[in-house]
């Protein structure tokens, strides 16, 4: 019972490399979401998609692009990454209700 | 002024005590509401969800929902220590199958 998986858990970039995180769910779920979390600011919506096929941007997309591979995976990728996408990421999927993965923890320097 | 606030704490309370986390709303229109209980660095669990005025009632969890006030909270009776995370009020807005957050209410509960 796997439910929501991402990887990696810790990255580390440099300013302006490129990176893809992954999120894989095994729920047969519809909607896919990934969100990041940074102090005091709470869990923002980064981009989600409500079925295989279809995203939507959430409330911070810039610098993030995704693809809904197929109704498992929702990837989300950083082109050029920046200082400020420092934070930890998370991937969820539901039905009603939220699964989150576990988390990856971003560090850009 | 933001669509789901809390306040961020810390709440403390003793070994025992009752809990009470509180949320409120800015959409009138919401539909569903959740609390998400997160400790320090791990993902955030649904402990929670109620979506009819009243009061629901889960072992020592009790969540709390006012439609009219926009208002939902989260009692927690006999608190344990290791009930001392963060507590996230997420409400689902009409018309659409989003969360959005508030920003957390961190609970201590000291022995």
């Given at each position: 019972?796997?439910?929501?998986t991402q990887t990696p858990k810790f990255q580390v970039l440099k300013t302006g490399q490129s990176m893809t995180l992954q999120c894989a769910q095994d729920m047969n779920h519809n909607s896919m979401y990934w969100y990041r979390q940074d102090p005091g600011m709470g869990l923002r919506l980064i981009y989600y998609s409500a079925s295989e096929g279809t995203t939507d941007k959430g409330e911070v997309p810039n610098g993030y692009n995704v693809s809904r591979l197929n109704k498992r995976e929702f990837s989300l990728r950083l082109e050029s990454a920046a200082p400020s996408q420092t934070s930890v990421y998370f991937c969820a999927s539901s039905e009603?209700?939220?699964t989150f993965g576990s988390g990856t923890r971003l560090t850009v320097v | 002024q933001k669509e789901v606030e809390q306040n961020s704490g810390p709440l403390s309370v003793p070994e025992g005590a009752i809990a009470s986390l509180n949320c409120t709303y800015s959409d009138r229109g919401s539909?569903?509401?959740f609390w998400y209980r997160q400790y320090s660095g791990k993902s955030p669990e649904?402990?929670?969800f109620i979506y009819s005025n009243g009061d629901k009632e889960?072992?020592?969890f009790t969540a709390q929902l006012n439609k009219a006030s926009q208002y939902v909270s989260l009692l927690i009776r006999d608190s344990q220590p290791s009930?001392?995370?963060t507590y996230l009020c997420a409400v689902n807005p009409r018309n659409t199958d989003k969360l959005?957050?508030?920003t957390g209410t961190r609970l201590q509960v000291f022995p």
């Open positions: 019972n796997a439910g929501v009603w209700g939220y | 539909q569903s509401f649904l402990i929670m889960d072992g020592r009930d001392s995370a959005i957050f508030g």
